[in-house]
């Protein structure tokens, strides 16, 4: 594909306070093979030295421009932002993340995956997360899958493929289309959106790594996988969408178990001595989901988990260490803010 024949990609990196990482950045950016892209860098107020990097940056390659916000914004609402930066004659829209990197292959794969089958409307691949490969389990002959198959084996087998914000490329026209892009009152928005997108596309999977996402202490993927926040981020995606998926036996059968799930992992949480802003957030949760909070089932749940204790005091330790049920999440680690001082709380102040 030559660069006249490219169609126009619009990069964008919401940035906040990233002036040890946002040069390799810019620099996967600039070493991409495909060449035709415009790549906005917004800033969301940082206070550090990102801003001069930005700006020598752009001085250098007129495909770079800089937005300011005007005030500091939540991080899924300064995505928003970023995304409504898309250019009009962009054809697809790609993030990088400004403290995660791309290969300098991704968008050229990415693209001549999209381009020869004009219903895939996301495209992921593979990502290097620090050290582990991310989003394994599809056969390798399968590039393109219908989205209601990749939503529905999500539902059913755990298969979760769409990844992190860096690790995928929307067409344009969907991302213009929708305006906020991300639910910005759910913390796993990616997931959410692309569950809306499948309902009229198909999913491209490219069988390679492509990105790399980095994952660091005071990240958001770090504090919500210090909640646990995919137990009440999988129960939102039942309830919005799993009927939209699912035969009615099935969504019901979907919401059982991961109730159980949930559950169990909460009753683990009692023994482990979970403070009270861990509790109020999924009490949060659980209400905002209209499932509501049981003490019953939590009481059951924790006595359950004494009981394997009791029996198996070596291995159920083990596992209570390893805390059980923490996942990676998609919304990536830009717009770091202090994590709020935790409130020591006692198990039986559950409430």
Not at 196 to 209: I, N, P, R, T
Not at 326 to 349: F, L
Request: aromatic share 10%.
């Amino acid at each position: 594909m030559t660069t006249g024949s490219q169609p126009l990609v619009s990069i964008v990196s919401p940035v906040y306070n990233e002036s040890e990482h946002l040069a390799e950045c810019i620099e996967s950016v600039l070493a991409q093979t495909y060449q035709n892209w415009d790549y906005t860098i917004v800033n969301n107020c940082s206070t550090d030295g990102s801003m001069e990097i930005a700006r020598r940056y752009a001085a250098r390659d007129r495909r770079i421009r800089i937005h300011e916000n005007q005030q500091f914004l939540p991080v899924i609402q300064n995505h928003n932002v970023a995304f409504r930066q898309t250019s009009p004659n962009s054809k697809y829209c790609k993030v990088v993340l400004s403290d995660d990197w791309i290969f300098p292959e991704c968008i050229e794969r990415m693209v001549a995956l999209a381009e020869e089958h004009p219903s895939v409307g996301i495209v992921s691949a593979y990502c290097l997360e620090g050290t582990r490969v991310m989003w394994a389990g599809l056969p390798y002959e399968r590039t393109v899958i219908p989205g209601r198959e990749v939503c529905r084996r999500h539902l059913l087998e755990g298969l979760y493929l769409s990844g992190s914000a860096t690790s995928v490329l929307y067409r344009a026209d969907a991302v213009r289309s929708r305006n906020p892009f991300y639910n910005d009152a759910h913390i796993h928005a990616d997931t959410e959106v692309a569950f809306e997108l499948l309902k009229a596309s198909d999913f491209g999977f490219v069988h390679q790594v492509l990105t790399f996402t980095r994952v660091r202490p005071g990240s958001l993927t770090t504090i919500a996988s210090d909640r646990s926040s995919h137990y009440p981020g999988t129960l939102h995606i039942l309830r919005i969408y799993g009927q939209d998926y699912l035969t009615v036996k099935e969504f019901e059968a979907c919401m059982s178990g991961h109730m159980a799930q949930y559950y169990r992992f909460l009753g683990k949480s009692v023994l482990l001595g979970r403070d009270k802003e861990f509790w109020d957030y999924h009490k949060r949760q659980l209400a905002e989901a209209g499932v509501g909070f049981s003490r019953v089932r939590l009481t059951l749940a924790a006595l359950e988990n004494l009981c394997m204790a009791a029996l198996n005091p070596k291995g159920t330790l083990e596992k209570l260490l390893r805390h059980t049920g923490k996942r990676t999440v998609a919304i990536g680690p830009e717009n770091r803010a202090p994590k709020p001082a935790a409130i020591p709380g006692q198990p039986g102040s559950v409430g």
